[in-house]
């Protein structure tokens, strides 16, 4: 029923580029350097791949132009969506996650499109807000966690402490790798555990794409740092004993974490995660489809849409759909299968998204992330195949929201567009869409994971519907799913609701955890759940 692309690639030729890629994601709360560490691991792998090159104005300030650059050199390549580069013989694939500072489902999404994540902790911070959900969201996915412990040039809190926290507060076992000598504020480079060895660090001038960086023994360690370096090895020595030492099965369990100290804003540790990443983040491995039957990583072509991009300029709505290939191999201009509409798909303007505003997209690999230009039929969470059987991954969880709205329209006699809006944002996964035939008027309920996406709903509605939304917030704070929906006339009262979204879960939505309390007096027999964030 395809007409696939002349594929060529062999089932060895697949899985041998598979084994070479590694698909992971920077997770930070905002302001702990994520967007500082992306450029540092880019800049740093150039600088490697092209050995011998001499990057003498490679300068922190020439970062915006040197990227640009970068991408017309196809040394590396950037879509809105990922940030693909060689280091070494492996292609890492960095997927970018929202920059803003609220928190909104599309981190969520790209949590499901990779196979680890770095999370960055900002050295005098610890464990923010965001962290901990994001640890949350990654400990229920099973996702692996790298921890860079950032800013080290800064002073912070105590290794220790850091380490404790990350124990105490989300059950997570460390295990550093590298021991910072000299406390936060007086960074002189780290203790690498796994050989004993000293890596000093040295500011190169002008903040360069690569830090300094000398290889000392243990015994000219001591000689040269005396009393810091000795401390560093004490402390190694106490995280020995308490369960401390790197361990694959709990990194690739997410039960333990590998920690790095470092800065990023002057590349200090950032060769050791690149390296680190290479050695032992996971390889894409085959994906469980709908009936969680592992599909093989040579089958054909196989990949799931998980970031739908529209562009807010009105006059043209250039939809562009971002898919994580989870199987065979991807050409440019292969037709491939929408399984959800079971309609063919033709790809040919892959080569324009990345070629007039990108770099060309020739061919993908399991790992890879294509983008897909004037995908208004994809939708977050379908797949794409080009395989004589229909192949369905599972559909991205939806998560847990914590920010409720009634949406009615601004201007009644737009009413007819606003609908239409409504199911379009609905649709992309904009925000979720809650609705009830209990509420008088039958308006539907914004639900959000962060308030960010009330924006962009608020903004696409005006702008592209041209039916501007009042948005009255709900007063909701707790969330939990009513598992029988017979019992629903149970809920429903002055603190408390049952809303509907389009997945057909029932959300029980609670003024606060007193009004939870009270129902559960009063109708002890209700059946709720706790939504996880991540998993709701
Ligand atoms: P994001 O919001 O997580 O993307 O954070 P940014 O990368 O924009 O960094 C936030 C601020 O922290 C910026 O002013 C950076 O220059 C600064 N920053 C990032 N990494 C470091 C670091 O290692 N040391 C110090 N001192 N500042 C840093």
Redesign the pocket.
């Known amino acids: 029923m395809t007409a696939a692309g002349p594929v060529t690639a062999s089932s060895a030729d697949v899985l041998r580029e598979a084994d070479r890629r590694r698909t992971f994601a920077v997770i930070?709360?905002?302001?702990?350097?994520?967007?500082?560490?992306?450029?540092a691991l880019a800049l740093h792998a150039r600088v490697i791949s092209e050995a011998g090159a001499v990057h003498g104005k490679a300068g922190r300030r020439g970062v915006v132009s040197d990227w640009m650059e970068m991408e017309k050199a196809r040394g590396i390549s950037i879509t809105s969506a990922a940030l693909q580069f060689a280091y070494g013989d492996a292609v890492v694939n960095l997927l970018d996650t929202p920059?803003h500072?609220d928190f909104s489902e599309d981190t969520y999404r790209v949590l499901s499109a990779v196979d680890s994540a770095v999370m960055?902790l900002?050295a005098a911070k610890g464990l923010e807000p965001q962290t901990l959900k994001l640890f949350d969201v990654c400990r229920h996915r099973g996702i692996p966690v790298i921890t860079f412990v950032?800013?080290?040039?800064?002073p912070g809190r105590d290794a220790l402490a850091l380490c404790d926290e990350l124990v105490e507060r989300i059950g997570l076992q460390p295990m550093p790798l590298t021991w910072p000598v000299g406390v936060a504020g007086h960074f002189r480079g780290v203790l690498d555990r796994r050989d004993g060895d000293f890596i000093r660090y040295s500011r190169t001038a002008g903040g360069a794409t690569a830090a300094g960086e000398e290889r000392l023994d243990p015994a000219r360690a001591e000689a040269e740092e005396g009393p810091e370096w000795t401390r560093a090895v004490e402390e190694a020595e106490l995280l020995a004993a308490s369960g401390g030492d790197f361990d694959l099965a709990r990194f690739r369990d997410a039960t333990g974490t590998p920690v790095l100290f470092?800065?990023?804003?002057?590349n200090?540790g950032v060769r050791h995660l690149l390296d680190l990443l290479v050695e032992l983040a996971p390889r894409p491995t085959p994906r469980p489809d709908v009936n969680a039957r592992p599909r093989a990583l040579d089958a054909p072509f196989s990949a799931f849409v998980f970031k739908v991009q529209t562009g807010m300029d009105p006059s043209h709505r250039d939809q562009v759909a971002f898919a994580r290939v989870c199987s065979g191999v991807f050409e440019r201009g292969m037709v491939v299968t929408n399984t959800t509409t079971g309609k063919p798909f033709a790809t040919k303007y892959v080569q324009q998204v990345f070629g007039q505003q990108r770099s060309t997209l020739d061919v993908a690999y399991p790992g890879d992330v294509i983008g897909l230009v004037n995908a208004t039929a994809l939708r977050v969470g379908d797949t794409l195949h080009a395989d004589r059987r229909d192949v369905r991954f599972p559909g991205l969880p939806s998560f847990a929201p914590a920010h409720f709205a009634v949406a009615r329209p601004a201007d009644l006699s737009r009413a007819k567009q606003f609908r239409k809006g409504i199911d379009q944002l609905e649709s992309e996964g904009v925000v979720q869409v809650l609705r009830s035939n209990r509420r008088g008027d039958g308006s539907p309920v914004f639900a959000a994971v962060g308030p960010m996406q009330f924006e962009v709903a608020s903004h696409r509605l005006s702008a592209e519907f041209k039916s501007p939304v009042r948005l009255d917030p709900l007063p909701y704070t707790v969330v939990q799913r009513l598992v029988d929906p017979a019992q629903r006339a149970l809920v429903d009262g002055n603190r408390s609701e049952v809303l509907t979204r389009a997945d057909g879960a029932d959300l029980a939505l609670f003024v606060d955890n007193t009004a939870l309390g009270v129902l559960r007096r009063l109708h002890p027999e209700v059946v709720l759940e706790p939504l996880v964030a991540g998993n709701g």
Do not use: I, Q, Y
């Open positions: 930070s709360h905002p302001d702990a350097g994520k967007s500082t560490l992306t450029e920059g500072a960055l900002d950032n800013k080290w040039d800064r470092g800065s990023a804003v002057l200090f």
